[in-house]
T-cell receptor, first 112, second 114 residues
Framework: DQQVKQNSPSLSVQEGRISILNCDYT??????FLWYKKYPAEGPTFLIS?????DKNEDGRFTVFLNKSAKHLSLHIVPSQPGDSAVYFC???????????FGTGTRLTVIP | EPEVTQTPSHQVTQMGQEVILRCVPI?????FYWYRQILGQKVEFLVS????????KSEIFDDQFSVERPDGSNFTLKIRSTKLEDSAMYFC????????????FGQGTRLTVV
């Protein structure tokens, strides 16, 4: 049951350029969205989140955009750095619940 | 910085054996979770635990699975009779439980059932 989808399994970007990772969801009950970053042999690390009452949240080089009508969110990383190379997971949470639904991840490679 | 810790990092077990995966959540967190990731697949929710009882569980979390908080710090996942398809990375996570707070994940336990 793919309630959260990341349709791009991989993305390569030159260092210094913008990385845009996309995520779509189907469940209109989701009201909180998160992005996690994962390195091999490590657990997911929280990056940034957004509540459904907002359409943008920014934290340093990371910005998350939410388009509720399209059920779409994106993570922008600018400028991209080689250390950003990892798998990025989009996750969503239903109103009133605490468990997360994850997408399948996008592997970002930032080329020096 | 406080973190979620999991032991062991890797567990190999024979099919049919019982395994216990251990986690120490962040100390002031109230909600605890187990997730798993089968190789090449997405991270999947197994169970959430609050106030010493299961608050939510997925269809994956059948009678072979159980969770326990045996003392004030540990949170365990037991698989009673392991199957080959239980081979996965198992992640423990915790959060404060206040709405709109992120969950912090441990580094995972790789379970290999042979």
């Amino acid at each position: 049951d793919q309630q959260v989808k990341q349709n791009s399994p991989s993305l390569s970007v030159q260092e210094g350029r913008i990385s845009i990772l996309n995520c779509d969801y189907t469940n209109s009950m989701f009201d909180y969205f998160l992005w996690y970053k994962k390195y091999p042999a490590e657990g997911p690390t929280f990056l940034i989140s957004i509540s459904s009452i907002k359409d943008k949240n920014e934290d340093g080089r990371f910005t998350v955009f939410l388009n509720k009508s399209a059920k779409h969110l994106s993570l922008h990383i600018v400028p991209s750095q080689p250390g950003d190379s990892a798998v990025y997971f989009c996750a969503a949470r239903r109103a009133g619940a605490n468990n997360l639904f994850f997408g399948t991840g996008t592997r970002l490679t930032v080329i020096p | 910085e406080p973190e979620v810790t999991q032991t062991p990092s890797h567990q190999v077990t024979q099919m049919g054996q019982e395994v216990i995966l251990r986690c120490v959540p962040i100390s002031n967190h109230l909600y605890f979770y187990w997730y798993r990731q089968i190789l090449g697949q997405k991270v999947e929710f197994l169970v959430s635990f609050y106030n010493n009882e299961i608050s939510e569980k997925s269809e994956i979390f059948d009678d072979q699975f159980s969770v326990e908080r045996p003392d004030g710090s540990n949170f365990t996942l037991k698989i009673r009779s392991t199957k080959l398809e239980d081979s996965a990375m198992y992640f423990c996570a915790s959060n404060r439980g206040i709405m709109n707070t992120e969950a912090f994940f441990g580094q995972g336990t790789r379970l290999t059932v042979v």
